[in-house]
Every structure is written in structure tokens, then in C-alpha cells.
């Protein structure tokens, strides 16, 4: 099975600031990876495919970039309604496989 | 609009099986893969296994084989899950996911989550 290791974990960042998640493969998977964006208590939803295609309705201050097995989501301006736990996906082969998550709350 | 819709919470005995199903409307059933993903209390997200409803061919994630059958109801478009041999480790909440039409692991939609609680 294909390993997905997210950083950090977790991070506190002010309304405002620019932040940044990483997600490594453990063997290359092209683009075929996705991220989640999860707020607490609810289904996580498809924030961006492909590595770096926006879904329809997510605010430019989102992008996603990477191939291979190096992988990276950025928030120009965190706004209030980001928080919450992101996840990276690949989907280059079953099982898919999920990171381990990314806590992202306001300091 | 795309919706699915997941029964109700359920409380297991271990050892015990749970079957939960996943309502669909809004688009045409056979068409998209359906997912099963789960996320254990404070914990991340697993994908289970998911079913072609066109085909009834079901795979799955082998920390699952043999516990797990996905199936489906054309006649109601709905997907369902049942786990077998209920550990205590199977409480998580079970979330149904539809997958695009181009490419079936965008799990694009996705239900409200249905806990299940395994206790003694």
C-alpha cells in the first residue's frame, strides 16, 4: 500500500496568514492525488483534484500544487472558515489511502 | 441535487455484524462507484472498499477481506455495507461516498457519516 505522510500534524495560524500543508507518497503517483477539507463533525469534502485543480465554489485563496510524490496546499489568507483537519489522497492504485490528517486552528 | 443519505447511529455487541445503507438521489446510481470510508474517534480517514453499481462488483481493502460486503438496490439506489465480527477497534463513524464519473476516486459526495458504537 501506497503511505501518505502529512505535515505538520497540526498548526495555529492567525486570520490573515499564509499557510502551508505538505503531503508525501511513499512511490510516485503522478498527479493522481486529492485533498479534503473536514470541519468537525461533518463529511470531509473534495477541496481540490488532481493536485491542483480547484473544485467548483473553493475560493481562490486555495491551491494545490506537486507531482510525484511531493505534494503541497496552500492558504494565501486564512480565513475564519478553514479550520478544521485537511487530508491528502492518492489514487494511483487501490487501496486508496488517506494522510494522516492536518489540524489547521486559529491562534 | 446529489444526495446521499446514511441510516441511523448503531450500538453492537462484539462479535455481533452492521449492515448501514446509504440512500442515493440526484443522479443516475449506476454510474458512479460508491465508496465506504470510515474515521475512528480522533482519528483519520480509511477507505473500505467500494462497489460499480452498473456491475455489482464490489473490492475491497484487504484490512477488510472477509468482513466486509458492499452490495447495492438499483430498484432504490441505495448502497449499503455490512461488517462482520464486530471488534471493539470498529467503532468509527462510516461515511458513503459517491465517486465522479470521470475519474471514481474523486469521492466528490459524500454522506452525513453513521456512528457505530461497539461496546459490551
Known amino acids: 500500500d501506497i503511505q501518505m505522510t502529512q505535515s505538520p500534524s497540526s498548526l495555529s495560524a492567525s486570520v490573515g496568514d499564509r499557510v502551508t500543508i505538505t503531503c508525501q507518497a511513499s512511490?510516485?503517483?503522478?498527479?493522481?492525488f486529492n485533498w479534503y477539507h473536514q470541519k468537525p463533525g461533518k463529511a470531509p469534502h473534495l477541496l481540490i483534484n488532481?493536485?491542483?485543480n480547484l473544485e467548483p465554489g473553493v475560493p481562490p485563496r486555495f491551491s494545490g500544487s506537486g507531482s510525484g510524490t511531493y505534494f503541497s496546499l496552500t492558504i494565501s489568507s486564512l480565513q475564519p472558515e478553514d479550520v478544521g483537519t485537511y487530508y491528502c489522497?492518492?489514487?494511483?492504485?487501490?487501496?486508496?489511502?488517506f494522510g494522516g490528517g492536518t489540524k489547521v486552528a486559529l491562534k | 441535487q446529489v444526495q446521499l443519505v446514511q441510516s441511523g447511529a448503531e450500538v453492537k455487541k462484539p462479535g455481533a455484524s452492521v449492515i448501514i445503507s446509504c440512500k442515493t438521489s440526484?443522479?443516475?446510481?449506476?454510474?458512479?462507484?460508491m465508496h465506504w470510508v470510515r474515521q475512528a474517534p480522533g482519528l483519520g480517514l480509511e477507505w473500505m472498499g467500494m462497489?460499480?453499481?452498473?456491475?455489482?462488483?464490489?473490492t475491497y481493502s484487504e484490512n477488510f477481506q472477509g468482513r466486509l460486503t458492499i452490495s447495492r438496490d438499483t430498484s432504490t439506489s441505495t448502497a449499503s455495507m455490512e461488517l462482520s465480527s464486530l471488534g471493539f477497534e470498529d467503532t468509527a463513524v462510516y461515511y458513503c461516498?459517491?465517486?465522479?464519473?470521470?475519474?471514481?476516486?474523486?469521492?466528490?459526495?459524500w454522506g452525513q457519516g453513521t456512528l457505530v458504537t461497539v461496546s459490551s
Open positions: 461516498a459517491r465517486g465522479r464519473a470521470t475519474v471514481t476516486a474523486h469521492l466528490g459526495n
Open positions: 440526484g443522479f443516475t446510481f449506476v454510474d458512479y462507484y
Open positions: 462497489i460499480n453499481p452498473k456491475y455489482n462488483h464490489a
Open positions: 512511490r510516485d503517483i503522478g498527479t493522481s
Open positions: 488532481d493536485a491542483s
Open positions: 489522497q492518492h489514487y494511483i492504485s487501490l487501496p486508496l489511502t
